[in-house]
T-cell receptor, first 111, second 115 residues
Framework: LAKTTQPISMDSYEGQEVNITCSHN???????ITWYQQFPSQGPRFIIQ???TKVTNEVASLFIPADRKSSTLSLPRVSLSDTAVYYC????????????FGTGTQLKVEL | DAMVIQNPRYQVTQFGKPVTLSCSQT?????MYWYQQKSSQAPKLLFH???????NEADTPDNFQSRRPNTSFCFLDIRSPGLGDAAMYLC??????????????FGPGTRLTVL
């Protein structure tokens, strides 16, 4: 599976838009980009998944350029409760849906 | 609500004393996973069951075993816990269909302390 690289930490303030970029230079044709969120002492939670271009749901947007070597998770108008670790993963359809977590990005939202 | 349940939430064991962690699900998913997450690290997959088929990760120590007696339940057995096995153990489920990716649903985890 392609390795992912993302910033270790980010700081933001309530009401701002947060963009977390992830690089996955060796992504394969069958790979999807998936993001999970994890709060302290809880299991990770699926946020969004995409293959190319843009995907939006009620929580976030995911932007994937044409070469798919990177992706950006966009969180609109963050609040204190969005403080969490965000994991970017490359998931393979033929890989048994196994998740290989990278280091993740610790997002801290302040007032 | 359909969910993934892990018991106990906190488990304390002694060095070398076998311990079993349990996971149950009401989602009727055919795949169940066990992850280990050490402090300030990312979750690491130990193994997973696709129905009754057991799939071990290559670097999972033999000290870790698993059982899945039915669709709803899955157990993680640590035969001889060492201090390095202290971690959060996460159970997850997914409904695997051919050719599609399905999100994993995680339980709250069991935090294991080894004395």
């Amino acid at each position: 599976l392609a390795k992912t690289t993302q910033p270790i930490s980010m700081d933001s303030y309530e009401g701002q838009e947060v963009n977390i970029t992830c690089s996955h230079n060796n992504i394969a044709t069958n790979d999807y980009i998936t993001w999970y969120q994890q709060f302290p002492s809880q299991g990770p939670r699926f946020i969004i998944q995409g293959y190319k271009t843009k995907v939006t749901n009620e929580v976030a947007s995911l932007f994937i350029p044409a070469d798919r070597k990177s992706s950006t998770l966009s969180l609109p108008r963050v609040s204190l409760s969005d403080t969490a670790v965000y994991y970017c993963l490359v998931t393979n359809l033929g890989g048994g849906n196994k998740l290989t977590f990278g280091t993740g990005t610790q997002l801290k939202v302040e007032l | 609500d359909a969910m993934v349940i892990q018991n106990p939430r906190y488990q304390v064991t002694q060095f070398g004393k076998p311990v079993t962690l349990s996971c149950s699900q009401t989602l009727n998913h055919n795949v169940m996973y066990w992850y280990q997450q050490k402090s300030s690290q990312a979750p690491k997959l130990l193994f997973h069951y696709y129905d009754k088929d057991f799939n071990n990760e290559a670097d999972t120590p033999d000290n870790f075993q698993s059982r899945r007696p039915n669709t709803s339940f899955c157990f993680l057995d640590i035969r001889s816990p060492g201090l390095g096995d202290a971690a959060m153990y996460l159970c997850a489920t997914s409904s695997r269909t051919s050719g599609d990716y399905n999100e994993q649903f995680f339980g709250p985890g069991t935090r294991l302390t080894v004395l």
